[in-house]
């Protein structure tokens, strides 16, 4: 028997870590952290989640540079990634979709709605 599907939040407000790491958790998840760009990096290269939310910008490493290294590397190319950020530009969307991310939203955001969209990418990604 497998555990619960593995969600790796990334983001630098822990306000916002929090929140999701509570719902996420409450909707039966397991949650792993990370801070910043680096610290995603090296929790991916630890273990592989079954999808991550990717802030844009972080410290050390935004977002997009650890989603263009994700989709470079074969063990990690196929996590469903959901870009969580402010950044709300038609640049930074496309830019985000073009790198590979599965979805992208725009904070502020209803945490009801990430969590469908999880579930979404989950079982298309089975």
Do not use: H, N, W
């Amino acid at each position: 028997m497998t555990g619960p599907q593995r969600i790796l939040v990334c983001d630098d407000d822990p306000l916002l870590v929090e929140l999701v790491e509570f719902r996420l958790s409450s909707k039966g998840y397991a949650v792993d952290v990370a801070r910043d760009g680096a610290e995603t990096l090296a929790r991916l290269s630890e273990s592989r989640p079954d999808a991550v939310v990717l802030d844009a910008m972080m410290p050390i490493m935004d977002g997009y540079e650890v989603l263009r290294r994700m989709r470079e590397q074969d063990a990690l190319a196929e996590i469903p990634v959901i870009m969580l950020t402010a950044r709300k530009q038609e640049r930074d969307i496309v830019g985000a979709l073009e790198l590979g991310a599965s979805d992208f939203m725009v904070k502020p955001f209803m945490p009801e709605e990430l969590v469908a969209r999880l579930a979404r990418l989950l079982a298309e990604s089975k």
